[in-house]
């Protein structure tokens, strides 16, 4: 997470709070060091965000209670994952509430811009849930492939296949699909346009690259 977007979602997050939160729990939940930490409430203070600090019981870090930001804006990227998500739980059964849920994905979907909400479609034809994949995959590489899918850059992967040779390549991603066992990804070669799936498990690095670094 980028230095902007993890301030934004530490504003969000203490606003949506009802009592105050320690530093330290805040650097473990953005996953960042604590003196990292304090600078991002340094840069929220800044920006003139009334944030203090209370001690004792329940005490922590907290922004005045009477203070509000914006009405929330999701992205096409946000929107798509909670679609995404909400169809996948309805399709599964796997909870009964499906007119509640609909109509809250109704509402994420209609407060979207048209040129996002136009996004949102195509990133919702790009993913498909099947399950809850077995296999792990490691958290550097996800964190890879997320950035490279939304901002539409080729990936740079380094891949283990059945045969457990290893291979570097640079690949445009064009869907993600995650069933019960593994997450599947169809990507392009850059260099000679094969288009083949690729085992998200398999991928042992990874990393986004900009268009005049896909090679």
Known sequence: MRRTERLFALAEYLRGRRTG?????????????????????????????????????????????????????????????????????????????????????????????????????????????????????KKDVREALERAWFEQQPLRITYVDSKFIETRRTIRILTVSIDRHETRIEGEDVDTGERRPFRLDRIQRAEAATSGQSR
Request: hydrophobic share 45%; glycine share 6%.
């Open 21 to 137: 939160v320690t530093a330290e729990a805040l650097a473990a939940r953005f996953e960042v060091t604590i003196r990292t930490m304090y600078r991002d409430l340094d840069a929220l203070r800044a920006a003139s965000l009334p944030l203090g600090a209370e001690r004792g019981r329940g005490g922590g870090y907290a922004l005045d209670r009477h203070y509000t930001l914006p009405p929330v804006n999701f992205t096409a990227r946000e929107a798509a994952l909670l679609v995404a998500l909400g169809r996948h739980a309805t399709d599964m059964r796997l909870m009964p509430f499906t007119e509640t849920l609909n109509s809250g994905l109704d509402k994420v979907q209609a407060a979207l811009s048209a040129s996002a909400q136009r996004e949102l479609l195509t990133r919702l034809r790009e993913i498909a849930f099947h399950g809850v994949p077995a296999l792990p995959s």
